[in-house]
């Protein structure tokens, strides 16, 4: 996982709320045995109607998606935030996040930024109005801002979270740490306990 300290660019409005993981990423790419194409997959069935948001010639190449409450709910996928983040999106900001969502994203460093509904609403009505709008989510700050529209506001992260993505470690980054310790234990823990080392 690479750091991540500041996230700026211009956003996609997705303006709905209860998105599910299924919607996110509908069951059938789940199918795959690598974890690459997924991007291909995101919002598939909405992505049918020409008129959805991520057909629009005027969000390419955005990198932060905005949604309404209670994004990513349902079932727990790791897929979903693999294929958001495979789309290009390294941001979500919306009011409310599903639980197991939220967690899968710190974890794969996609960027969780909740805000209240209002200020939710005022960025989905700015980017529908210019979609050129900066936006600049800053980690170490918790931060995020819109200077052309006046805006900036506080977004709350656990401090073991941030420590994360400023240090770009998922678990295994985060158990790599303690190798030595690792190393040293199981050249001294009596031979009786049970290993999953071949013998």
């Not at 045995?33 to 909405?46: A, D, H, P």
């Not at 979500?92 to 509904?117: A, E, M, Q, Y």
Request: hydrophobic fraction near 35%.
């Amino acid at each position: 996982m690479d750091p991540v300290r500041i996230v700026s660019g211009t956003a996609v409005p997705l303006d709905r709320s209860d998105v599910d993981t299924d919607q996110i990423i509908p069951s059938d790419w789940l199918k795959q045995v690598e974890r690459t194409g997924f991007e291909k997959g995101l919002f598939s069935e909405w992505r049918d109607d020409r008129d959805f948001v991520l057909n629009q010639e005027q969000y390419l190449g955005a990198n932060i998606l905005l949604a309404g409450p209670n994004f990513g709910t349902g079932s727990s996928r790791e897929h979903a935030v693999w294929a958001i983040q495979q789309y290009g999106f390294q941001a979500v900001v919306c009011p409310r996040f599903g639980d197991i969502f939220r967690n899968n994203s710190t974890k794969n460093g996609l960027v969780p930024v909740v805000v209240s509904p209002d200020v939710g609403e005022q960025l989905m009505r700015a980017v529908e109005a210019d979609p050129t709008l900066e936006i600049t989510i800053d980690v170490e700050r918790r931060t995020l801002e819109a200077p052309a529209i006046g805006l900036t506001t506080n977004f709350p992260l656990e401090a073991s979270v941030q420590h994360r993505f400023l240090e770009g470690l998922d678990d295994i980054g985060i158990t790599l740490r303690q190798a030595d310790e690792i190393t040293t234990y199981e050249t001294t823990r009596p031979r009786w306990f049970p290993t999953t080392a071949n013998t």
